[in-house]
């Protein structure tokens, strides 16, 4: 079985059929790109699988666990599905950073958020042991809660510290998104879904609201978290890059997955008609 599969999503706007059942699936550490011209469907695609949208129809499964099977039975409570949404990172093509936050606190911010919970569920098992264990005294819990959470704590910011060098914004840890290039803001959001080491990163766009010359250093990063094997599937109108980048290209018309193979299948030996108007009209835009 695939490490990603996609089975039959569909979805319906009001009476609009935005995604006609899409099937696809992908291994562990695959790079696949996604492409299509505007309103094909693609964001909608990635708002399905990471809980943001629901399918009408369609099934998910990542690495051996079935996550999505749809039509529902019963509406997930929300916090099943943020724990579910866990499993992926999201960056879109508007960075969406925390404008009152510096970037260090940005990508801390959800890590410790969880951790909250997870401290929680600690005091209260803590808790539920001390009825029946005599040794388990409230100071005993005390002490342990706070060396958990020191740990953690450093762990989380250790963590992001590294991710900062990783996106080389080491110098920029205390500084704010307002005082950041849009490239800069980018590779912070791509550090922030990064701290909550999702099993897949999806990215929406990622350089289209860039400038030419801030492209560069985001795809940069994108294709330093290949050379580390990572899982992610990239919406992109970047052809060479998704060229370049992918293991496999997907391409996405009206709904449905028209073709999808090896970057030299898609973009040297096009089959659909579909495809080929897709590719020669990116070309004449290009030459504009
Ligand atoms: N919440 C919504 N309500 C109604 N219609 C929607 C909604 N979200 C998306 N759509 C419609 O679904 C279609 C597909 O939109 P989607 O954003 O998935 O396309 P896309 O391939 O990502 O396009 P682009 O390349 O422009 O980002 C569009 O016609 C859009 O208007
Ligand atoms: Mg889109």
Do not use: W
Request: charged share 30%; proline share 3%.
């Amino acid at each position: 079985m695939a490490y990603l599969d996609i089975e039959n999503f569909c979805k319906k706007f009001d009476n609009t059929e935005v995604l006609k059942g899409i099937s696809f699936s992908i291994e562990k550490g695959e790079v696949v790109s996604i492409i299509g011209s505007s309103g094909s469907g693609k964001t909608t695609l990635l708002r399905c699988m990471n809980f943001l949208e629901t399918p009408d129809e369609g099934k998910m499964t990542l690495d051996g666990e079935r996550l999505l099977q749809c039509p529902q039975i019963k509406k997930e409570k929300e916090s099943v599905l943020r724990s579910k949404r866990l499993n992926f990172g999201l960056v879109f093509q508007s960075f969406n950073l925390f404008p009152q936050y510096n970037v260090l606190n940005n990508v801390t911010l959800a890590p410790l958020l969880l951790l909250k919970t997870k401290i929680k569920e600690l005091k209260k098992s803590l808790k539920e042991k001390k009825k029946t264990d005599k040794t388990v005294t409230s100071a005993y819990i005390k002490k342990t809660i706070s060396e958990y959470k020191e740990e953690k704590k450093k762990e989380i910011d250790n963590d992001a510290k590294l991710l900062l060098e990783k996106t080389g914004l080491t110098d920029k840890t205390f500084n704010y998104p307002c005082q950041l290039s849009g490239g800069q803001q980018q590779r912070v959001a791509i550090a922030r879904a990064l701290a909550l080491k999702p099993k897949i990163l999806c990215f929406d766009e990622p350089t289209s609201a860039l400038d030419p010359e801030l492209t560069g250093e985001v795809l940069k990063v994108i294709r330093s978290l290949k050379n580390e094997n990572r899982t992610m599937i990239i919406v992109t109108h970047e052809m060479g890059f998704a060229k370049n980048v992918s293991d496999k290209v997907i391409f996405m018309s009206d709904g449905v997955v028209v073709e999808s193979g090896s970057p030299k299948e898609i973009f040297d030996n096009p089959k659909s008609e579909k495809l080929k108007s897709f590719l020669i009209n990116l070309e004449n835009k290009e030459n504009i």
